[in-house]
């Protein structure tokens, strides 16, 4: 069974840092792509950040300059780090990643439960 577990979320002030982790767990062959989404109360879960297993990165606008993922293959771990904190970031940011199970299994989508990150104007 595969496990995707956040952390490093947390209360932040407007303009501060935060780094929040995804550690990849579990039986899994391989990770492809990898992203972090966040879903504010009342809106739809949207996507923050993707990133591929060669390093490709793509961002949304609003977190284009601020935001930067990573991600260490060895360790299966995924990271998200955050700057310049607006209060508009504050939502659960959860970590997707594609994967397979095994050398001739299709992709699978997986999920973690997500880390609140609250930034306080």
């Known amino acids: 069974q595969v496990q995707l577990v956040e952390s490093g979320g947390g209360l932040v002030q407007a303009g501060g840092s935060l780094r929040i982790s995804c550690v990849v767990s579990?039986?899994?062959?391989?990770?492809?792509?990898m992203a972090w989404y966040r879903q504010a109360p009342g809106r739809q879960r949207e996507p923050v950040a993707t990133i591929t297993d060669d390093g490709s990165t793509t961002y949304r606008d609003s977190v284009k300059g601020r935001f930067t993922i990573s991600r260490d293959n060895a360790k299966n771990t995924m990271y998200l780090q955050m700057d310049s904190l607006k209060s508009e970031d504050t939502a659960v940011y959860y970590c997707?990643?594609?994967?397979?199970?095994?050398?001739?299994?299709?992709?699978?989508?997986?999920w973690g439960r997500g880390t609140q990150v609250t930034v306080s104007s």
């Open positions: 997707n990643a594609v994967g397979r199970a095994n050398g001739w299994s299709v992709p699978s989508d997986y």
């Open positions: 579990g039986s899994i062959f391989s990770i492809d792509g």
